[in-house]
C-alpha cells in the first residue's frame, strides 16, 4: 500500500442502510413504483449494474416497513442467504432486510468500493454469525477496514480494472466461439460420414443386428446405499452427449443370479429407455473398472451386437440428427417423463457398413472428438 493511502473503516467512508419487507398480505404495499431487490434476486445478475427489479413496492409500503430508498450508484450488498451477492443500481432501490445498502460518501468512488466488496467476499462470510445461516450485521459491516487511496488514485485503479476485466470478456467470448466451432465442426463431420453412406452399407432395422437386450435391476431408494455391494448405474450416468459417467454413483446388494444377469461388460451398449423428454433415447458405451461387477438399473437396457456389428459406430449413429429426429418420433409420456419401449425401437432403420468400414469411422471420429475435448479443456482452464 502506497503512503498516501489511508485505512477506513467502511462505516466511516459509506452511510450503511438496512431493508425491509412490507406485509405481503397487504396488496396496496405492492406493484408500486420503487424497485425492490432481494438476495435471490441479486443471485441471478449477469453484470454488476440493476435497473430493474422482480418486485416493486408502492409509496404506502415504504411508508409501512423499513425499507429504504437507495440513491442512484450506491452499492446493495446481500448480507444472509448468501453473503456477498453485489449490484451497484442504475435507478433508485429498496431492498429486503437480507440485503445492505452502501451509500458511499464524498472521496469515495462507488466503482472502487464495488471492487474492494467483491474482493473481501470471503472476509465478509468470515465475519457472518447465525446458526440456521449466516448473517452480516451493519456493525460489523461498519468495522471493515478499507484502502483508502486519494479519489484520482481510486479512479485510475477502477480504469486499470475494467480493462482488464474487458480484456478478460472478450477473450472469454472468443474462446467460447472458438469451442463452439471445434463441436460444430465435428458434429458436421458426424452427420456428413452418416448421411452420405458408401455403396456397401446395408439397411438393417435394430433387431437383426442385435444378439440380446435387457432391462436393468429393479432396487428402490431404500434398497441403495453406498455401502452395498454393487456399483449401479443409473439414467444420469448417461450424459447428454451420449457418454458414459460414473463420477456419481449408488450401490445395491443382489444376489448371484442378480449379479451374473445384470452385470456390465466393456463395451455395453446402454440405452437409456425412461427419462425426461430430452435426456430419453440418450445412449452410451459402458467402460468396465478393474474387472469390479457394476450392475445397472431399470430405466437403461443393455445390448450387446452381432459380431459384424461394431457398439461403437452404433453410439456415433444415435448421435447424428436422423437417428435422433427417429428417436423423438418413438418417444411417449410426458415432457417430464417420456419413454422408448423396445417394441417401437426394435423397428429403427440403421444404415450398417461391412466391420473394416465401421472401424474405420469409429477411429476417425475418436481422434477427431479427442482433439476437441483437449480444446475444450484448454479453453475452461
Not at 418486485?55 to 437507495?70: E, H, M, P, Q, V
Request: hydrophobic share 35%.
Amino acid at each position: 500500500m502506497k503512503k498516501n493511502w489511508e485505512i477506513k473503516k467502511l462505516g466511516e467512508v459509506t452511510e450503511i442502510v438496512n431493508g425491509g419487507t412490507p406485509d405481503t398480505k397487504i396488496k396496496e404495499y405492492w406493484d408500486g413504483q420503487h424497485l425492490w431487490i432481494t438476495p435471490k434476486d441479486m443471485g441471478k445478475l449477469e453484470g454488476k449494474y440493476v435497473d430493474k427489479t422482480e418486485r416493486t413496492i408502492t409509496d404506502y409500503g415504504l411508508r409501512n416497513s423499513s425499507a429504504k430508498i437507495l440513491p442512484l450508484n450506491s452499492i446493495v450488498l446481500s448480507s444472509r442467504a448468501p453473503i456477498g451477492h453485489l449490484a451497484i443500481n442504475k435507478k433508485e432501490i429498496s431492498t429486503n432486510q437480507g440485503c445492505k445498502g452502501l451509500i458511499p460518501k464524498k472521496g469515495l468512488d462507488t466503482l472502487f468500493l464495488y471492487y474492494f466488496l467483491d474482493s473481501s467476499v470471503d472476509m465478509l462470510n468470515n465475519l457472518g454469525s447465525g446458526t440456521t445461516f449466516k448473517e452480516l450485521s451493519g456493525t460489523k459491516l461498519a468495522e471493515v477496514p478499507i484502502p483508502f487511496p486519494p479519489l484520482s488514485e481510486q479512479k485510475r485503479i477502477v480504469t486499470i480494472i475494467d480493462e482488464a476485466f474487458s480484456a478478460i470478456s472478450k477473450a472469454k467470448e472468443n474462446t467460447e466461439k472458438n469451442l463452439q466451432n471445434a463441436k460444430e465442426l465435428f458434429e458436421s463431420y458426424l452427420n456428413n460420414i452418416f448421411s452420405n453412406p458408401g455403396r456397401d452399407w446395408e439397411e438393417k432395422v435394430f433387431d437383426e443386428i442385435i444378439e440380446s437386450n435387457i432391462i436393468g435391476l429393479e432396487k428402490n431408494s431404500r434398497e441403495q446405499r453406498i455401502d452395498y455391494e454393487y456399483k449401479y448405474v443409473k439414467m444420469n450416468n448417461i450424459t447428454k452427449d451420449n457418454q458414459f459417467n460414473l463420477e456419481k454413483y449408488t450401490c445395491v446388494n443382489a444376489t448371484e443370479t442378480e449379479a451374473d444377469k445384470y452385470c456390465l461388460l466393456e463395451g455395453d451398449f446402454l440405452f437409456n429407455t425412461r427419462n425426461s423428454y430430452e435426456l430419453v433415447g440418450k445412449t452410451c458405451l459402458f467402460k468396465g473398472y478393474d474387472n469390479e461387477v457394476v450392475l445397472y438399473n431399470n430405466n437403461i437396457m443393455r445390448i450387446r451386437f452381432i459380431k459384424s456389428v461394431n457398439s461403437h459406430f452404433i453410439n456415433y449413429s444415435f448421435t447424428t440428427k436422423d437417428i435422433i429426429k427417429k428417436l423423438d418420433g418413438l418417444k411417449s409420456g410426458t415432457t417430464n417423463v417420456s419413454a422408448i419401449y423396445y417394441k417401437d425401437l426394435k423397428n429403427l432403420m440403421l444404415l450398417i457398413p461391412p466391420m473394416k468400414t465401421q472401424q474405420t469411422i469409429v477411429q476417425k471420429l475418436d481422434a477427431l472428438l479427442t482433439e476437441t475435448k483437449k480444446l475444450e479443456s484448454i479453453y475452461e482452464q
